[in-house]
């Protein structure tokens, strides 16, 4: 799961939730490298097979931000150019393995990149995939900012997303949660508002949000560039 910088100089807020720290969660992830598959493969299964549909429709060149070890990959048709970055330089090793392993001659690149600084000239990406990175990374907006910018107009941005309680007996336990889950490298509490704000400044439309498993605490949003 990708991250980025701290201080990026965007003007929309990011102030939800307890801060996240770049190094930190870079290091987090490499400790839950070795075990990653086997711990969160399964429970994210059905998102990752969603949102590579989701891109699949669009078709054309992706950026996947967060590869992570790279589940998702064998999941995109071959005839997808593919390219993957990650923060964690042990979670993209595992990810150049499975690559070699199930000889994935359609990933193009993977790369240890900073989700809030993009690599890319603008207009690089038919789709940018992102599966339970935004939550993530210290300023979600600012990451945001830079898939919407790498993204072709007319192009898709696809998120599976962890959306938090607005209200009752899960918002609490969110909270109580929230100083442990940002030491383990991501937020429990992450409001639908704050993508529906930032949604309203950037040059997109939100065109479907749906339910993940499990419980629904999870969500797939597809966000279209609109044409210049």
């Not at 060149?61 to 593919?82: D, K, M, N």
């Not at 607005?166 to 991501?186: I, K, N």
């Not at 429990?188 to 949000?209: G, L, S």
């Amino acid at each position: 799961m990708a991250i980025g910088m701290h201080d990026t100089g965007s003007s929309r807020p990011a102030t939800l939730g307890p801060d996240l720290d770049r190094d930190g969660v870079a290091k987090a992830y490499g400790r839950w490298a070795p075990v990653y598959d086997l711990v969160f493969g399964p429970v994210f299964a059905q998102g990752r097979t969603l949102a590579a549909a989701a891109a699949e429709r669009i078709g054309g060149r992706i950026l996947e931000v967060g590869v992570g070890t790279g589940l998702s990959l064998p999941a995109y048709r071959h005839a997808r150019s593919i390219v993957g970055i990650d923060i964690s330089a042990p979670m993209l090793e595992k990810a150049r393995q499975r690559v070699a392993r199930l000889r994935l001659r359609n990933v193009e690149r993977l790369a240890v990149m900073d989700a809030e600084h993009l690599d890319f000239a603008d207009a690089s990406f038919d789709v940018v995939v992102a599966q339970y990175v935004v939550t993530a990374v210290p300023n979600p907006e600012a990451a945001l900012d830079e898939f919407a910018r790498v993204l072709r107009p007319g192009g898709e941005i696809v998120i599976t997303t962890r959306i938090g309680a607005e209200s009752g007996f899960r918002r609490v336990v969110e909270h109580a949660l929230a100083p442990v889950t940002s030491r383990l490298g991501w937020r429990t509490e992450f409001a639908w508002e704050r993508y529906a704000a930032w949604a309203v400044t950037a040059p997109v439309e939100i065109v479907e949000r749906r339910a993940l498993p499990p419980l629904g605490h999870f969500s797939l949003l597809r966000l279209r560039k609109r044409d210049a």
